[in-house]
């Protein structure tokens, strides 16, 4: 079976919102229909009827998502009927998934022209109540945030694997020897890097601003923080901890979307790819080390693309939390340098099922900017789970 090359054709994102904050006002199903709108609107030569198939990530679908938010951002958006959708979930991985699902379809001859992508608003997502095992109950009920996290636990999960995040990160931070200083200087450069990215207009063909919302950039920069103001938080989830609110990612509300299609898609749509994807990887570990994970799926990754870490570039690794990035980074022994050059979760937001198409968007302009030819992109996701995808640059013939 001969197996058809993948490529990125663009990408764009919302700005991300903080949590209550300039987009909170915003359903998840606009969000994403917007994201689908400009994209397709920036490809001069699609009909979008030869869109073959929307997958979007959302890691809730509780509430407006209406659990298949692919297909209602679809219809918002003004796609035809005929255009089909469907929305997976793997957390915080739930966008690169649906990238993944997206190019497997055009690698096996299935579809010219997919749209990936994915949408959270963490702050719109509802409270549930558990329906009572029999009727007309005496006791109390109590409201269950969907936000983020466990909820409604299993009793037969055991307890060691059902920390929060936070906790579990404290755990991994112990085992790869993380200090705190370590994780609020990571802080520090990202806050930074996102900032100096977007006054020099790294970002202003990536990122579509929200119709009726007053916010252009990402609502979590924050450029003037130091190490000062870093080491006087305290920490969240244990009180000899070294996690703070200012060293872990956001609660945040955005969406972001793809397009990814076979050769022939470029007469399709009119444009020519980014990038090319290379290699996929999924790696699976203890539920506690959740922030581990993408560590072998890189690799792997990188296995299936034929190349090995002395070669990347450029890397685009989720920032769950900068003890986890920290531990990432040391275990593929590469120069931190390369590392989310411009900015990352911690400052930019995480959106949980937007992160993915970001840092693969991000990742490929990033490339096209640099001249550097390949790069990778990882994610960690709850429960302990990894993904990560390796991009070759496909911007001129020459790569430094």
């Not at 994209?39 to 809730?60: H, K, M, T």
């Not at 509780?62 to 692919?70: I, Q």
């Not at 997502?125 to 983020?148: I, N």
């Not at 990352?344 to 490929?364: C, E, K, Q, W, Y």
Request: proline share 6%; hydrophobic share 45%.
């Amino acid at each position: 079976m001969t197996v058809a090359d993948v490529f990125v054709y663009d990408a764009v994102r919302t700005p991300f919102g903080r949590y209550g904050g300039a987009l909170a006002g915003i359903r998840p199903d606009d969000l994403a229909a917007h994201v689908l709108k400009a994209l397709l609107g920036r490809a001069p030569g699609l009909d979008p009827a030869r869109v073959d198939e929307v997958v979007l990530g959302n890691a809730n679908g509780a509430g407006e998502e209406n659990r298949n938010v692919a297909r209602m951002a679809g219809l918002l958006a003004g796609l035809p009927t005929s255009v089909p959708a469907t929305t997976v979930n793997r957390l915080c991985g739930s966008s690169l998934d649906a990238a993944f699902i997206g190019s497997r379809q055009i690698a096996v001859g299935e579809a010219d022209v997919v749209v990936v992508g994915g949408v959270e608003s963490m702050s719109r997502a509802p409270w549930v109540l558990p329906k009572p095992e029999r009727a007309h109950p005496t006791t109390d009920a109590t409201l269950v945030s969907t936000t983020l996290g466990w909820r409604l636990v299993n009793p037969a999960m055991p307890a060691e694997w059902t920390v929060s995040l936070g906790a579990a990160t404290e755990l991994l931070r112990e085992r790869e020897g993380v200090s705190r200083e370590e994780q609020d200087a990571f802080a520090l450069r990202s806050h930074r890097r996102a900032a100096e990215a977007w006054d020099r207009g790294f970002y202003d063909d990536q990122v579509v601003a929200v119709p009726g919302v007053d916010l252009d950039r990402d609502e979590s920069i924050r450029p003037d923080t130091t190490l000062e103001k870093l080491a006087g938080l305290r920490p969240v989830f244990r009180p000899d901890g070294t996690v703070t609110a200012g060293n872990a990612s956001p609660l945040n509300d955005g969406a972001s979307a793809a397009v990814l299609g076979s050769a022939a898609a470029e007469d399709i749509l009119g444009s020519a790819p980014l990038a090319r994807i290379a290699g996929r990887g999924a790696s699976a570990n203890e539920p506690r080390y959740f922030g581990f994970a993408p560590v072998e799926a890189a690799n792997l990754a990188l296995k299936r693309a034929g190349i090995a870490w002395s070669e990347v570039g450029a890397v685009e690794l989720n920032e769950a939390f900068a003890a986890q990035s920290l531990a990432c980074t040391k275990a593929w022994d590469i120069d931190p340098g390369i590392v989310n050059a411009h900015g990352g979760a911690v400052a930019i937001g995480h959106p949980l099922g937007a992160s993915g198409t970001r840092i693969l968007g991000t990742l490929a302009r990033s490339l096209a900017e640099s001249g550097q030819r390949w790069g990778v992109a990882a994610i960690c996701i709850g429960v302990g789970q990894g993904l990560a995808v390796v991009l070759e640059n496909n911007q001129g013939a020459e790569h430094r």
